[in-house]
Each structure stands twice: as C-alpha cells, then as structure tokens.
C-alpha cells in the first residue's frame, strides 16, 4: 500500500476549541492505522478574523485539499487516471455532537469535515494527544513565575477571551464577571 493510500486528511474549521477535537480525532484514525495526517486549513481563505491556530502548537503538518472543492476537472482527471487525489474516496462528517460508533471503523484514505466534539472519537489516544498539546512547550521565562502567583492566590480567576463569536458581545463577559 502505497503511502498515499495511507492519509487521513482533516478539514480544520472554527475556533482554536474546534481545531484541537479535529485534530485529535484525525489523530487517532492515523494513529490506529498507521498513516500519514494532513491539515486542510482552506477554510479559513484570506480572513484575518478566523485562523488556523494549531501552528501555536507547533502543528505544522503538510497540507492536504477538500476534494469537494478541488473542481471537476480534478475529480475528473482522477477518475481517468490522469491525476492522483488520494482523498477522493472516503468523507466522514461528524457535525453533531452525537458520538458515531462508525468513526471506528474508517479507513484510509479518509478525509474528516466536521467537529467531531466527543472524547470518544480519540478514546485510547490520550496519551499521544496530551504529547502534542503540552502548553510547557509554549513556556516562556514569565511562566512559572505567573504560576507561582496564581497558586498562592486565595481566589484565583481567569478569563478567556474569545476571539470569534462571542468579541463583538460585551455583555457576555458583564455575565461572567457578575457570576
């Protein structure tokens, strides 16, 4: 089997939350069946209000294309035997935040477009994935020193701020903060 045959292509969409289930459960299909992962970030065009935020992570990975999206000429060409696309098998959607059992039993090549946001799509993989997530690997020289005041704080808070859907409304953060 070719290594092209071996690919599990991931459609990256959303915020950074979304990004990392897509990924993790990419992941794990790569992980089961030995093959190769691309990210496919086009969803996010030219926008400067939406990113591809795993690079933060040092998830640079090479890039793979929509197959829906590639045009029929592509399509086309491939069906002929002109030109390889090794995504144009296998789609899995998962756009609800219902578990499918069948996410299981995928094969490669593949190609993930959803938001897959159960832990039961990469369950037996956590090990791995926390390797790939680890925040100390974003540590700076202010790191342990802010741990250091956040641990001996009596009420310790934070914020997150987020940058999509909730920036434009105040009022969400006037309810956390009366919270």
Same mark, same amino acid.
């Given at each position: ?24 459960? @990419? +992941?794990?299909?790569?992980?089961? =069946?030995? $093959?190769? /992962?691309?990210? *496919? ?39 002929? @035997? +002109?030109?390889?696309?090794?995504? =144009?098998? $296998?789609? /899995?959607?998962? *756009? ?84």
């Amino acid at each position: 089997m070719s290594v092209e045959s071996r690919l599990v292509g991931v459609k990256l969409q959303g915020g950074l939350g979304n990004q990392l289930f897509q990924f993790a459960a @990419g +992941l794990s299909i790569a992980e089961r =069946l030995h $093959a190769g /992962i691309r990210l *496919d970030g086009s969803a996010y065009g030219r926008d400067p209000e939406r990113r591809m935020a795993l690079g933060e992570f040092g998830l640079m990975l090479p890039p793979c294309r929509d197959p829906r999206t590639a045009g029929r000429l592509r399509r086309l060409g491939a069906r002929l @035997g +002109l030109m390889s696309d090794p995504f =144009l098998s $296998a789609t /899995i959607v998962g *756009d609800t935040p219902k578990f499918d059992a069948a996410f299981h039993g995928a094969a490669t090549p593949c190609y993930l477009d959803g938001f897959f946001q159960s832990w039961r799509y990469f369950e037996g993989h956590e090990v791995s994935i926390r390797a790939k997530f680890d925040p100390a690997r974003l540590s700076t020289p202010g790191t342990v020193p802010m741990e250091d005041r956040i641990r001996s704080a009596a009420n310790p808070v934070a914020v997150h701020v987020r940058r999509g859907d909730y920036a434009r409304s105040a009022e969400h953060y006037r309810e956390a903060l009366a919270l």
